[in-house]
């Protein structure tokens, strides 16, 4: 197959009956509560397709990436020389170089995701989310109503991969805390999700915000009227470089350092997640041989024209959702001016990234850039979230897409 | 009635303006504790606000819950279509007393069947004025929230809809909130008029400047206002935020 041929297909659109089905049982059933953003419905009304072989072939990259992250992210936690060059803020460079003595954060259930475009040199990745992934409402449940009506099969439920790493991790019955941050209710709605499914399984689950894990001895615990006692695993969903800022609040520092209580994820997964990770790749002894093929040449702003060379594009170190992102033709021009002044003004904090040329997927009338984002969950191929763009970035205005097998 | 007809009642499939309400208040199927009924019944008692008609006006109503409802209800009286914005959950220990909200939506469905409002009705919407207020405490379940820009159709979908005013009806002030503050800028900026009415002072409505409020399109916007939300907090869940541009602790 030519690079340029895609592998990617995509179903006719949904009748308006089917869905507006659709998104009231992903609203009420499968509790996403934010499905509109701004003028725009966030659920795509058709699905893209895909052949098993290529999802063997993303599920064999994925895996392959999650080997070699997490074996990067052991040696970076004893490198504690190179954190600076990751972007990291001083408090957590300063609490994970206690690492040493402490010992790290235990790890249990890794969950990562790595988004993947189609592109005219093939498959490339344009990060890894190695903190906090979500996506699971959708890559699961949206996913999985999309594959009933469509009489297409899902790749695989991430959700329930999840649930089966905490069984492996803790066993079933165990406590598990889902710890967000409970005001903003796009997380919330992720967590409550994941402890409807632990739930089933037989966990005993609790919401909680940071502040309300308490730790003794390097063991957590909870004391809220609504979950109290030891926790047996705490599955995170806030930020890692946030939580520096629940200061004397509560010991963040045992998410990163010391724990016993596993952690799906230790905080040090920032230290992959960083959009600067590549910037210490020539220092570690680990290699990289799928990074190095898949992931755009990425270099310090400082070392590259990027204000002349639109081939560029700028990356904040610990940018999420695709937010902040600088593709000076695609962003607006005063968005552009405030990414370039913030880059030109803390380059440590930013990366220059060559932008890769994505294949667009002609559907209806419209051109869309998809992205398709491949869990790994305790090292396996886990499942596709699925986001597609109308132009070439993904971020908060994408809309999320079911990826189902044809066969 | 179940959630779902609950929520079909307040945000009908249909109706223009229904896409962006809220749905997280209609999902929790917990049962609502006796005493919210208080709060909403103490709303209705209270002294009402019936707008005066208005074309081509959109409203926005951000007003502490249940008076929010109440008054909601009287606009649907006089053809505006309520369209519920409260973005929390419920929970125990809840900050923001969500439960009084949810009796109230309950209670006020007949009320807004009898209305019989047609498809084309322009949008009230409809805001919990005490969303941040209180402050989180060891065992409270921190469920305050904020408005977006993004929770809000665009100036450009109001003007496409022949809606070129914008009145904003709080109680003991005029300025907008600061969330909000985001959304009426963006709008004014656009062309559409702002005016205010304070129901607790305000004879008339009357046209507003918004002034540009701190952080107005930056960088990182939403998650600034995530850790501001818990900045403000009583044992400091919080601080500075860790962004390139908010310099200490960072470097």
Same mark, same amino acid.
């Given at each position: 197959?030519?690079?340029?041929?895609?592998?990617?297909?995509?179903?006719?659109?949904?009748?308006?009956?089917?869905? @507006?089905?659709?998104?009231?049982?992903?609203?009420?059933?499968?509790?996403?509560?934010?499905?509109?953003?701004?003028?725009?419905?966030?659920?795509?009304?058709?699905?893209?397709?895909?052949?098993?072989?290529?999802?063997?072939?993303?599920?064999?990259?994925?895996?392959?990436?999650?080997?070699?992250?997490?074996?990067?992210?052991?040696?970076?936690?004893?490198?504690?020389?190179?954190?600076?060059?990751?972007?990291?803020?001083?408090?957590?460079?300063?609490?994970?170089?206690?690492?040493?003595?402490?010992?790290? @954060?235990?790890?249990?259930?890794?969950?990562?995701?790595?988004?993947?475009?189609?592109?005219?040199?093939?498959?490339?990745?344009?990060?890894?989310?190695?903190?906090?992934?979500?996506?699971?409402?959708?890559?699961?449940?949206?996913?999985?109503?999309?594959?009933?009506?469509?009489?297409?099969?899902?790749?695989?439920?991430? #959700?329930?991969?999840?649930?089966?790493?905490?069984?492996?991790?803790?066993?079933?019955?165990?406590?598990?805390?889902?710890?967000?941050?409970?005001?903003?209710?796009?997380?919330?709605?992720?967590?409550?999700?994941?402890?409807?499914?632990?739930?089933?399984?037989? $966990?005993?689950?609790?919401?909680?915000?940071?502040?309300?894990?308490?730790?003794?001895?390097?063991?957590?615990?909870?004391?809220?009227?609504?979950?109290?006692?030891?926790?047996?695993?705490?599955?995170?969903? $806030?930020?890692?470089?946030?939580?520096?800022?629940?200061?004397?609040?509560?010991?963040?520092?045992?998410?990163?350092?010391?724990?016993?209580?596993?952690?799906?994820?230790?905080?040090?997964?920032?230290?992959?997640?960083?959009?600067?990770?590549?910037?210490?790749?020539?220092?570690?002894?680990?290699?990289?041989?799928?990074?190095?093929?898949?992931?755009?040449? #990425?270099?310090?702003?400082?070392?590259?024209?990027?204000?002349?060379?639109?081939?560029?594009?700028?990356?904040?170190?610990?940018?999420?959702?695709?937010?902040?992102?600088?593709?000076?033709?695609?962003?607006?021009?005063?968005?552009?001016?405030?990414?370039?002044?913030?880059?030109?003004?803390?380059?440590?904090?930013?990366?220059?990234?060559?932008?890769?040329?994505?294949?667009?997927?002609?559907?209806?009338?419209?051109?869309?850039?998809?992205?398709?984002?491949?869990?790994?969950?305790?090292?396996?191929?886990?499942?596709?979230?699925?986001?597609?763009?109308?132009?070439?970035?993904?971020?908060?205005?994408?809309?999320?897409?079911?990826?189902?097998?044809?066969? | 009635?179940?959630?779902?007809?609950? $929520?079909?009642?307040?945000?009908?499939?249909?109706?223009?303006?229904?896409?962006?309400?809220?749905?997280?208040?209609?999902?929790?199927?917990?049962?609502?504790?006796?005493?919210?009924?208080?709060?909403?019944?103490?709303?209705?008692?209270? @002294?009402?606000?019936?707008?005066?008609?208005?074309?081509?006006?959109?409203?926005?109503?951000?007003?502490?819950?249940?008076?929010?409802?109440?008054?909601?209800?009287?606009?649907?009286?006089?053809?505006?279509?309520?369209?519920?914005?409260?973005?929390?959950?419920?929970?125990?220990?809840?900050?923001?007393?969500?439960?009084?909200?949810?009796?109230?939506?309950?209670?006020?469905?007949?009320?807004?069947?009898?209305?019989?409002?047609?498809?084309?009705?322009?949008?009230?919407?409809?805001?919990?004025?005490?969303?941040?207020?209180? @402050?989180?405490?060891?065992?409270?379940?921190?469920?305050?929230?904020?408005?977006?820009?993004?929770?809000?159709?665009?100036?450009?979908?109001?003007?496409?809809?022949?809606?070129?005013?914008?009145?904003?009806?709080?109680?003991?002030?005029?300025?907008?909130?600061?969330?909000?503050?985001?959304?009426?800028?963006?709008?004014?900026?656009?062309?559409?008029?702002?005016?205010?009415?304070?129901?607790?002072?305000?004879?008339?409505?009357?046209?507003?400047?918004?002034?540009?409020?701190?952080?107005?399109?930056?960088?990182?916007?939403?998650?600034?206002?995530?850790?501001?939300?818990?900045?403000?907090?009583?044992?400091?869940?919080?601080?500075?935020?860790?962004?390139?541009?908010?310099?200490?602790?960072?470097?």
């Amino acid at each position: 197959m030519a690079a340029t041929e895609s592998p990617l297909g995509a179903t006719a659109r949904f009748t308006r009956a089917e869905f @507006a089905e659709l998104r009231r049982r992903t609203v009420f059933e499968l509790g996403k509560w934010d499905p509109q953003y701004e003028d725009a419905c966030v659920l795509a009304d058709f699905a893209v397709t895909l052949e098993p072989a290529t999802w063997r072939e993303l599920a064999t990259l994925a895996e392959r990436l999650g080997r070699e992250t997490l074996a990067a992210e052991r040696e970076l936690l004893a490198r504690p020389e190179l954190h600076a060059r990751l972007g990291l803020p001083r408090a957590l460079r300063s609490c994970l170089r206690e690492s040493g003595t402490r010992g790290a @954060a235990c790890g249990a259930a890794r969950v990562m995701r790595f988004d993947f475009h189609w592109t005219r040199a093939g498959w490339r990745i344009s990060e890894v989310n190695s903190d906090v992934p979500g996506g699971f409402i959708e890559a699961s449940g949206f996913s999985r109503l999309v594959a009933e009506l469509s009489c297409l099969r899902l790749v695989a439920d991430p #959700t329930q991969a999840l649930v089966e790493a905490v069984v492996r991790a803790v066993g079933v019955g165990a406590r598990v805390a889902l710890v967000h941050a409970t005001a903003y209710t796009d997380d919330r709605q992720v967590m409550v999700h994941l402890a409807r499914a632990l739930g089933e399984r037989g $966990f005993a689950t609790g919401l909680l915000d940071p502040t309300q894990v308490l730790w003794h001895d390097d063991n957590a615990s909870a004391a809220t009227s609504w979950f109290s006692g030891p926790i047996d695993l705490l599955l995170r969903f $806030f930020p890692a470089e946030w939580l520096p800022n629940t200061r004397g609040a509560c010991d963040w520092r045992s998410s990163f350092v010391g724990s016993r209580t596993p952690i799906s994820n230790p905080g040090a997964a920032i230290l992959v997640q960083s959009k600067r990770f590549p910037l210490v790749w020539e220092a570690l002894s680990v290699e990289l041989p799928t990074w190095r093929a898949l992931l755009p040449e #990425t270099r310090s702003p400082r070392d590259v024209d990027w204000r002349g060379d639109d081939s560029w594009i700028l990356k904040p170190a610990l940018g999420r959702v695709g937010e902040d992102i600088g593709l000076r033709s695609v962003v607006e021009a005063r968005e552009w001016k405030g990414i370039a002044r913030s880059a030109r003004w803390w380059p440590a904090h930013w990366v220059a990234q060559r932008r890769f040329e994505a294949v667009a997927l002609e559907h209806h009338g419209e051109t869309l850039y998809p992205c398709l984002g491949v869990y790994v969950i305790d090292g396996e191929a886990a499942g596709i979230y699925g986001r597609v763009a109308r132009r070439p970035l993904i971020d908060s205005r994408s809309r999320d897409v079911p990826v189902l097998l044809r066969s | 009635m179940n959630r779902l007809e609950l $929520f079909d009642t307040w945000a009908p499939e249909g109706a223009p303006w229904s896409l962006w309400a809220k749905p997280v208040l209609f999902v929790d199927d917990s049962p609502v504790p006796a005493w919210s009924s208080q709060d909403w019944q103490t709303a209705r008692a209270s @002294a009402r606000w019936t707008p005066a008609a208005m074309a081509e006006t959109v409203l926005v109503l951000d007003l502490p819950g249940p008076r929010a409802l109440v008054v909601a209800l009287e606009c649907a009286t006089r053809g505006w279509r309520p369209v519920p914005l409260f973005n929390s959950c419920r929970g125990p220990g809840a900050l923001v007393d969500n439960d009084s909200i949810f009796f109230g939506l309950t209670e006020g469905a007949p009320l807004l069947r009898e209305a019989s409002l047609p498809e084309s009705a322009p949008p009230a919407f409809v805001l919990d004025s005490r969303r941040v207020d209180g @402050a989180p405490a060891p065992g409270r379940f921190d469920n305050r929230w904020v408005v977006f820009p993004q929770d809000f159709p665009s100036a450009t979908r109001l003007l496409a809809s022949d809606l070129r005013r914008v009145l904003l009806v709080q109680d003991g002030r005029r300025e907008p909130r600061a969330d909000l503050a985001h959304v009426l800028l963006r709008w004014q900026r656009a062309g559409l008029e702002i005016l205010a009415l304070d129901l607790a002072g305000d004879a008339s409505p009357a046209p507003i400047a918004v002034t540009e409020p701190s952080r107005f399109r930056a960088l990182g916007y939403r998650a600034l206002v995530a850790l501001g939300l818990r900045k403000s907090s009583a044992g400091g869940f919080g601080g500075l935020i860790p962004t390139p541009h908010a310099g200490g602790g960072f470097a």
